[in-house]
DNA sequence: CGTCCACGTCTAC
DNA sequence: TAGACCTGGACGG
C-alpha cells in the first residue's frame, strides 16, 4: 500500500506519538517471529524512538549502543503496513512488531497481509535517494546515469523501479505519466530528456498527496486520522483511466491515450 | 460459497 | 519472468 506520501506521513506519525517516551522492549508475533526476528541487544536496556523516512524506507533509531554506534532499524511496509500508537494491552489485530514503553504502550506495526520486512541495518544501497526530501540528489542520480542500459526500458517500468525512483509505486507512476501527458511506451532515457515534466512530478506529486493526507485507498488509514476527503478528487488517472495493461512485472498500469502529447498519438504498445 | 484484486518486494527455476 | 508471500474486501452465483 504505502508509497512515499504514506510514509513519510507514518514516519512523522512515529516521531509524534514516540516523543519523549521511554520503551524497554521489542516483541514480534508468533507469526512473523520465526522468518523475521529481530533481536535486542542485550546493553539495549531503555532507548527511545525517532523515525526518518526516504522514499518508501522508514528508518527507526533507537539511540546509540554502548559503544557509541547508532542503533537503526530499516523497514519496508509492504502493501498494507501502518503504525498504531495503543495500550500494550490492546494490540489490534495483525500487529507483528511492538515496540513496547516502559508505562505500558506499545507502538504497533499493523499489517494484514505480513508483506513488511524490518531488519538491523541502516539506509539501503539498494535504493536511491528521495524524490521528496533529496531532490536534487534524486535528479542528478538519474542524470548522470541516464546513458546506462537501465534507461533503455519504457517509462512506465523504470518509474517502478526503486534504485532510481524511490517512493514510487504504482498509484504514483500512473499520475506521473498522466499529469506528464507521457507516453509509457517510449524508453525511458529519451521520455526523460525531452519531457523535464517526469521528473519534477516525481517530486511534486508524492508531496502533494502527502499534504492531503495521503492515498488513503483500501486498508491503510492515515494514522493520525486526519479526515482525508480529497484524495479520491486528487487522483486523476490511477483506477480511473480508460486505458490500462498489465505490465512486464505483473503490476497494472493505468493511462490515458487522449492526455498523450500529439507526438504519441495513434501509437500503440 | 467462489473468484478476482489490492498503494511491494524477494528468490528461485 | 514467473511464482511466492498473505489477508480481506468487492462482487458474482
Redo the contacts with the bound molecule.
Keep these: 500500500?504505502?508509497?512515499l506520501a504514506?510514509v513519510k506521513i507514518m514516519s512523522e506519525y512515529i516521531n509524534d506519538v514516540c516523543y519523549d517516551r521511554d520503551f524497554t522492549s521489542i516483541t514480534l508475533s508468533p507469526e512473523v517471529a520465526r522468518?523475521l526476528p529481530l533481536d535486542q541487544p542485550s546493553d539495549l536496556q531503555i532507548f527511545s524512538i525517532s523515525s526518518k523516512s526516504r522514499g518508501?524506507e522508514l528508518l527507526l533509531g533507537l539511540g546509540k549502543d554502548s559503544t557509541g554506534n547508532p542503533l537503526t532499524i530499516s523497514i519496508?511496509m509492504?502493501?498494507?503496513g501502518n503504525w498504531i500508537f495503543c495500550r500494550r494491552d490492546k494490540h489490534p489485530?495483525?500487529s507483528h512488531l511492538h515496540f513496547n514503553t516502559i508505562d505500558g504502550w506499545s507502538l504497533c506495526l499493523v499489517d494484514?497481509?505480513?508483506?513488511a520486512?524490518w531488519r538491523w541495518a541502516s539506509w539501503s544501497s539498494s535504493r536511491g535517494p528521495c524524490p521528496v526530501s533529496e531532490k536534487e540528489e534524486f535528479r542528478s542520480n538519474i542524470n548522470s546515469n541516464l546513458h546506462k542500459p537501465f534507461f533503455k526500458k519504457p517509462i512506465h517500468l523504470a518509474l517502478m523501479d526503486?534504485t532510481y525512483f524511490n517512493g514510487i509505486?504504482?498509484?504514483l507512476r500512473a499520475e506521473i505519466l498522466f499529469k506528464a501527458g507521457q507516453d509509457p511506451f517510449e524508453l525511458a532515457g529519451t521520455a526523460i530528456l525531452n519531457n523535464p515534466k517526469i521528473l519534477e512530478l516525481c517530486s511534486t506529486l508524492p508531496y502533494e498527496a502527502y499534504l492531503i493526507g495521503?492515498?488513503?485507498?483500501?486498508?491503510?488509514k492515515n494514522p493520525f486520522q486526519v479526515p482525508s476527503t480529497g484524495f479520491s478528487e486528487w487522483m486523476k488517472c490511477y483506477g480511473k483511466a480508460s486505458e490500462s495493461i498489465v505490465d512486464?512485472?505483473?503490476?497494472?498500469l493505468w493511462y490515458c491515450k487522449s492526455q498523450l502529447k500529439p507526438l504519441y498519438e495513434g501509437q500503440t504498445p
Design positions: 500500500m504505502p508509497e504514506e522468518r518508501k519496508a509492504g502493501m498494507s489485530p495483525h494484514a497481509r505480513r508483506f520486512r526503486q509505486g504504482n498509484y495521503g492515498g488513503q485507498l483500501k486498508d491503510w512486464r512485472n505483473g503490476r497494472k
